[in-house]
Each structure stands twice: as structure tokens, then as C-alpha cells.
């Protein structure tokens, strides 16, 4: 028997259990991270919030603030909530002001979710865009003012709008 084999054996095997337990660790680290928490998100509370640029980079995900803050836009046919049918609300998911009701949403074919008419006149704010050589209406949320999406006159009755949201500022509760 050769006792220093067994030994280094040994050794390996600790020591090869540490290091997958140390990745595990990480990963949860690294999950964390993107599962920020917000002090700004209420469902209830509607006073305005003017918050400093680089406060909502610790509170928001990167995704979230790439669009909320940077004016940004995801891919098309990419968000959970294109074609969702759930019955509910939907809150902005940066600071949990009620934006749109399921009622309000339609399949437009646009790649993002659609609405014709937000939950009420102040959920939302308009400012018009002319980036991109286009002439267009851009929509931020009436309490955080994060960047949502465009309002197009192309919607379907009642209203005759479609309110192209990104899925990625969207927060759902039935
Ligand atoms: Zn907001």
C-alpha cells in the first residue's frame, strides 16, 4: 500500500471540493447583483421621483437601465410579455407606478409589447422625438420619467394609438 498515494488522492479530492463550492458561491453572487434591490418601487407611493443618474445605476438591472435611463430599445420579439395574456396590471418596473391594464393590450405584430391607452392621463408623460431622422412621440413614465417606449397613431380603436413599450421596463401583477 502506498500511503502517500492515498494521501495526495485525498488531497485532490478536498481540495477540487473547495473549488467547486467557491463557484457556486460566485454564481450567487453574480445573481444578486442583476436582483437589485430598489427603495424607490412602490406600487402606491405617486409622488414625482428625481433621482440622480448614477443612483439609479445601483438600483436598476443593466438591462433596465440601458432603457430606462439611456433611451435604450430591445431587440424585437425578445420580451416575456409580446405576447402575454395574462389578466392584470402593468407597473413600471423601475420605480412600480401602474402604467397600462391587460384589457388595453393588443397583438400589433410590432415585436413589442402594445397598447392602445394607458391606466389614466398622468401615468404617463410625451415628449416628441426627432432622433434617428424620424418624427416620433417617445413615452416615460409619469412618476420616474424612465424612457418606455413611442406612442404611434396606427393602433386600433378605441383609441387609434399604439403604445410600443419595451418588455424589459415592464412589471406584471395580476
Ligand atoms: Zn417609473
Redo the contacts with the bound molecule.
Sequence with gaps: MNIKFYFYTILLVLSFTNCTAQNNNNNKSNMQKENKANPYYSNKDTNKLVIKEEEWRKVLTSEQFYIARQKGTEQPFTSKFENFKEKGTYY?A??G?ALFISDTKFESGCGWPSFYQPINKSSIIYTPDTTHGMQRTEVQ?G??K?HLGHVFNDGPPPSGLRYCINGVILDFKK
Design positions: 413600471c423601475a420605480c407606478n413614465c412618476r420616474c424612465a
